[in-house]
């Protein structure tokens, strides 16, 4: 029997690379890697060995004979992706390492971020000898989105953390936590005592819906109210009102997935989990009983993945579909056509006394109503409109309607934030930049030393695996520039800076770094 990936994969790729017959796909070499829900398991080529289950980071490899309930809908997904022929290299390769040349002395480089993107960075780096890395990040506690982002009940999801405690325990590598950037110490000061700066910083900002009553008590970025029950230290004194029946998300990507589910869980299935203690407290005394997604647009655009929305159908919840849904149709893109499965099975499915998730596409928010706090959402009934091109884009009708709700939450996606001392890109909301090189500004010239990884580079785009690579091309952009003699030696040493940032900033929570060569070149199975 096949192994399969199952909802809790991270596109980390360390199991393409362990795979003995290549039989896991997209690869990172293969222009569909960064557009995939997840990576595939050919049920053909597999040949039961396990090496894909043992490199994968979070245990989202299972054999299919051992698959719970949960899990058994990916056997079919996986099979499915290889009834579609697709051209495939022979043989997947590792990105090879990086070299940084170190014959005049120790390199030291700082990354500025400590979430997925800034860990893959410093462990593409801690591969080369005599080269020591130190992360910086303005909460007391690393791993950014990977700790404060991920749902409390994914704790599959959530063991990538394991593999970060591997990375940072590594010999080279050092961090000061509770240091802001721009705050405690500025851009300047870091290249005075590194020989380069990666920001991976990700994209903390939401996208605004710029409707009236926008900002309403009652009216919250979803972001803020996953950030506030995984006990994000800036949001634990927020308190959100739940006595209502209805809540409604605008927007239904995996984040608006993520809070429905939560909203309508069973409080004490959360009990387990590393939820906030103060949002278990507030969840149980919660009245939501119907939580509405609205889409803009039709089933066929759903925002979520496929393992998400696997992962709501095994939910304790009632699931629904308001208005019709297409009907399977040959040459829909793979992803799209298993999405819309998954919705043509809710129909069959049975309605009971519980806790219910509905599903509204064609909607848009006009207006958040209410007063001195929300007491609705007006939403406006869109069509679909074909244009000459051939794009399918939403059109509003005029007509709308209004639904009553005591909380709305929006998660119509993220953006980047301008940070002090460093070109910024207001219309793409990254930093600007060339590969990962940081440039002046938009298709400028070359910062020297200054570097980006992550949202921050390409966009709120791709998985938590998905910044292995993009942190491989970084890293090669400054080995090259440090090897063709680019960036110049520091003027300050590792012991001056430490002895800055203690006076700067009495409540720093530090670890060492030095410059040593780790004597395990990787722990983990190379990518």
Known sequence: MPYIVTQSCCSDA???????????????????????DMLYVDPKACVDCGACATACPVDAI????????????????????YRQARPRPLLAKPVPAAEIHTERGPMRVAIVGSGPSAMYAADELLTQPDVSVTVFDRLPVPYGLARHGVAPDHAKTRKVSELFDIISAQDGFGSYLNVEVGGHISHEELLDHFHAVIYAVGASADRKLGIPGEGLPGNISATDFVAWYNGHPDFADRVFDLSQQRAVIVGNGNVALDVARILTSD????????????????????????VVVLGRRGPLESAF???????????????????????????????????????????????GERKRIVFRYLASPTEILGTDRVSGIEVGLNELVTGAEGRTTAVATGATERLDAGLVLTSVGYRGVALPGLPFD??????????????DGVGGAVLPGTYVTGWIKRGPTGFIGTNKSCAQ?????????????????????????????????????????????????????RS
């Open 14 to 36: 360390s199991c393409v690379y362990a795979c003995p017959v290549n039989c896991i796909h997209p690869t990172p070499d293969e222009p569909d890697f960064l557009t995939a």
């Open 62 to 81: 299972v054999s299919s004979k051992k698959a719970t309930e949960e899990q058994k809908p990916f056997i079919e997904i996986n099979a499915d992706f």
């Open 267 to 290: 409080p004490e299935s959360l009990s387990d989990t590393e939820i906030a203690s103060y949002a278990l407290r507030a969840l149980r005394e919660s009245k939501i009983e119907e």
């Open 305 to 351: 993945t496929v393992p998400e929305f696997v992962g709501l159908l095994g939910a304790d919840v009632d699931i629904a579909i308001e208005g019709e849904l297409p009907e399977l149709t040959e040459g829909l893109p793979y992803q799209v056509e298993q999405k819309l499965r998954l919705l043509h099975t809710v129909r069959s499915r049975p309605f």
């Open 426 to 439: 207001a219309a793409a909301n990254v930093i600007p930049n060339l590969n990962g090189r940081v440039l």
């Open 473 to 525: 091309e970084t890293v090669q952009q400054l080995a090259d520039d440090y090897n063709a003699g680019r960036l110049p030696e520091p003027a300050g040493t590792a012991a001056e800076f430490d002895r800055l940032i203690r006076r700067r900033q009495p409540a720093v929570r530090a670890a060492g770094a030095t410059a040593r060569r780790s004597p395990v070149r990787r722990l983990l199975a």
